[in-house]
């Protein structure tokens, strides 16, 4: 099925609004919004009509729960038929409180535990380079809390030290972390050879400009900064 779509970015909280039945990670998704839109609107190639392109870039979700945003933003982009929002979480829906990549058009990973998202993305990179695809980029977005998991610590280094310049992280920081390095994040990942920026997550030209200063030999990690998490 072909679908077309003119939304921009002004039309995003009125296609979550239609989402109801998980409103307790309202948060967690409003925080992703703004990257999710730069994105895929001014940085990933990647195509509606082509989901199964070859040559296309992945952009894994690792911070799965509260998906409103992502779907949103899929729907905008003509991935989703926006009429299908207001199903969200139902029986036999697609669109389930944790994307599913076997159900859902545009959906790279199935989430679920956190800390996965960038482990999976490594291993892309690395599978795509075994095929001679060194062109597609691979962007994961993970939360600052998410990178309490030592699984994540893992591949900061492995991603560092192989210098896997196709791999993006993107962090967002609403500072709900309770063990991680408050205020150090950037640091985390430069001590393990990443490229790091640190932006205002609300901000469509800083966060562009961040996502798009890719290094051959470097990963990029880019710490998006939003309003702290109410406790």
């Given at each position: 099925?072909?679908?077309?779509?003119?939304?921009?970015?002004?039309?995003?909280?009125?296609?979550?609004?239609?989402?109801?039945?998980?409103?307790?990670?309202?948060?967690?998704?409003?925080?992703?919004?703004?990257?999710?839109?730069v994105?895929?609107?001014?940085?990933?190639?990647?195509?509606p009509?082509?989901?199964?392109?070859?040559?296309?870039?992945?952009?894994?979700l690792?911070?799965?729960?509260?998906?409103?945003?992502?779907?949103?933003?899929?729907?905008?982009?003509?991935?989703?038929?926006?009429?299908?929002?207001?199903?969200?979480?139902?029986?036999?829906?697609?669109?389930?409180?944790?994307?599913?990549?076997?159900?859902?058009?545009?959906?790279?990973?199935?989430s679920?535990?956190?800390?996965?998202?960038?482990?999976?993305?490594?291993?892309?990179?690395?599978?795509?380079?075994?095929?001679?695809?060194?062109?597609?980029?691979?962007?994961?977005?993970?939360?600052?809390?998410?990178?309490?998991?030592?699984?994540?610590?893992?591949?900061?280094?492995?991603?560092?030290?192989?210098?896997?310049?196709?791999l993006?992280?993107?962090?967002?920081?609403?500072?709900?972390?309770?063990?991680?390095?408050?205020?150090?994040?950037?640091?985390?990942?430069?001590?393990?050879?990443?490229?790091?920026?640190t932006?205002?997550?609300?901000?469509?030209?800083?966060?562009?400009?961040?996502?798009?200063?890719?290094?051959?030999?470097?990963?990029?990690?880019?710490?998006?900064?939003?309003?702290?998490?109410?406790?």
């Amino acid at each position: 099925m072909t679908i077309t779509t003119t939304r921009g970015y002004a039309d995003l909280r009125p296609l979550m609004s239609a989402m109801t039945g998980d409103e307790k990670h309202d948060v967690a998704a409003t925080s992703t919004l703004d990257v999710l839109w730069v994105l895929y609107d001014q940085v990933l190639s990647v195509d509606p009509q082509r989901t199964d392109d070859p040559d296309r870039d992945r952009f894994l979700l690792s911070k799965g729960h509260g998906p409103m945003a992502f779907y949103a933003v899929l729907a905008a982009k003509g991935f989703l038929d926006p009429a299908e929002l207001s199903c969200f979480g139902e029986f036999d829906s697609r669109l389930g409180f944790h994307p599913d990549r076997v159900l859902a058009p545009g959906v790279e990973i199935g989430s679920g535990s956190l800390g996965h998202g960038l482990p999976l993305g490594l291993g892309v990179v690395l599978g795509l380079r075994a095929q001679g695809r060194e062109r597609p980029r691979v962007v994961v977005l993970v939360g600052d809390a998410e990178l309490d998991e030592g699984s994540n610590h893992e591949a900061i280094q492995v991603a560092g030290r192989w210098g896997l310049g196709q791999l993006t992280t993107v962090v967002v920081d609403n500072r709900s972390s309770s063990t991680g390095w408050p205020g150090g994040i950037a640091d985390r990942f430069a001590r393990e050879g990443w490229a790091v920026h640190t932006v205002n997550g609300r901000d469509h030209g800083e966060l562009r400009r961040a996502l798009t200063d890719t290094r051959p030999d470097r990963p990029l990690a880019v710490v998006a900064e939003v309003e702290p998490k109410e406790l």
